[in-house]
């Protein structure tokens, strides 16, 4: 027999970091929430990411102070209540990386002693990290390292503690049609069930431009911007944090734990940027040089590299130049976001929940239903892995 149509006032589609406080937040309202997710949780730009909380580095280098500074500025203090309990959703189970970044200079690049007195976009002021306590891979590093207040978490861990919060409102299925009309959207999903919602609220990413188009909509409202993660595994030292060259971080380094007691090192920035042209052996050349460079001192034999693509997506700029701000859209009861950073998801989920009616408790999903996971983190996929074998270049 057909099941009959679940009454909701919010189906979100997409259980990346933006889909689950999203579904949060709606759900602390008073609404009535679902999240639907097509694969694994978080699988495309959650996991992809570096775990970064920015807060607001790259508009101190360059001196910003307009309202993409001051709102991605708040950002770590809000993470870090999340983080300690104090504030929902309740993020105390979340695995760490680093609770701060570091900030140093290449070699020959200008000195960044503006960013002591850095007040126009980081709320804390960073600090001179002191020289017998660095971090291992900087104590050879000539001239200052600094601290900044940007706090580093493990992606997997953040999905996993939100969906334990919601687990009876998460659901793993396909949209196979999107019906919206002025009082409302009907979800169809692969199966035939069918899912009544106040509003259909897009949150899946790139994956956002076919669920649009399944809606009627244009798939223009987005745009997607290249990159080509680094990963380096091996007997990697602990480091988290920014080697910076003119008024840009310019290599982003965060480290994880691999298999096996290895260490793992996610490297984006220029690499990222310029390896989305490249072929993989192309930028792992230039990752190891670029890490060379900025770590002189930093052994690389023994370890080995790979990459992964990741794309960004994010609402369409007019000038085709990168947002700064969470972009959403509404077309009448179908809502569509993006988050843009991972620090600023909480920023979209309050944008939405804020447009959702307040309906009560949802009904549980139907236990025979499939539940979604944890996508895994890309350095578990299977992939190939390129070895270093001399500390020194070739």
């Known amino acids: 027999m057909a099941r009959p149509p679940i009454e909701l006032d919010a189906l979100i589609v997409g259980g990346g970091v933006a889909g689950l406080m999203t579904l949060d937040a709606i759900h602390r309202r008073g609404g009535r929430a679902w999240l ?164 259909a609220v897009l949150l899946a990413g790139e994956g956002n431009g076919q669920l649009r188009q399944l809606a009627g909509l244009s798939e223009a409202a987005m745009q997607t911007r290249p990159l080509r993660m680094v990963l380096a595994r091996g007997p990697l030292p602990i480091l988290n944090g920014h080697c910076i060259r003119g008024t840009s971080p310019w290599l982003t380094i965060t480290t994880a734990a691999g298999d096996g007691g290895e260490r793992v090192w996610q490297i984006g920035g220029e690499v990222a940027e310029w390896g989305a ?60 976001g993006w988050p843009t950073k991972l620090a600023l998801a909480p920023i979209l989920a309050d944008s939405i929940a804020a447009l959702i009616p307040s309906g009560g408790e949802a009904p549980p999903v139907d236990e025979q239903l499939p539940s979604p996971v944890p996508a895994p983190p890309p350095w578990m996929e299977n992939r190939t892995w390129t070895p270093v074998h001399s500390a020194a270049p070739a």
């Not at 190891?288 to 002189?296: G, K, Y």
């Not at 693509?309 to 969470?326: F, L, M, V």
């Open 36 to 199: 639907i997710e097509r694969d694994a949780l978080g699988r495309g730009q959650t996991v992809w990411s570096q775990g970064i909380i920015h807060g607001g580095l790259k508009y101190a280098l360059g001196g910003s102070t307009g309202a993409a500074a001051r709102a991605v500025s708040d950002m770590p203090a809000r993470w870090r209540a999340m983080l300690d309990g104090d504030r929902e959703p309740n993020l105390s189970a979340v695995q760490m990386r680093a609770d701060r970044c570091a900030v140093w200079a290449a070699a020959g690049a200008r000195s960044m002693a503006g960013l002591l007195g850095a007040k126009l976009a980081l709320r804390t002021r960073p600090r001179r990290w002191p020289d017998d306590a660095r971090p291992q891979p900087l104590q050879g590093i000539p001239g200052m390292v600094l601290s900044v207040a940007e706090p580093v978490l493990e992606p997997t861990s953040l999905l996993q503690t939100l969906a334990h919060h919601h687990a009876g409102r998460l659901l793993r299925g396909e949209v196979a049609g999107i019906d919206a009309s002025p009082d409302g959207a009907a979800v169809t999903l692969q199966g035939g069930l069918v899912i009544r919602a106040a509003y």
């Open 277 to 336: 042209g490249e072929t993989a052996a192309a930028t792992i050349r230039r990752a190891i040089s670029d890490v060379r460079d900025a770590l002189p001192s930093t052994d690389l034999a023994g370890t080995s590299w790979s990459t992964y693509e990741a794309p960004r997506a994010e609402r369409a700029a007019s000038d085709g130049g990168r947002p700064d701000q969470p972009g959403l859209i509404q077309d009448g009861r179908v809502l569509t």
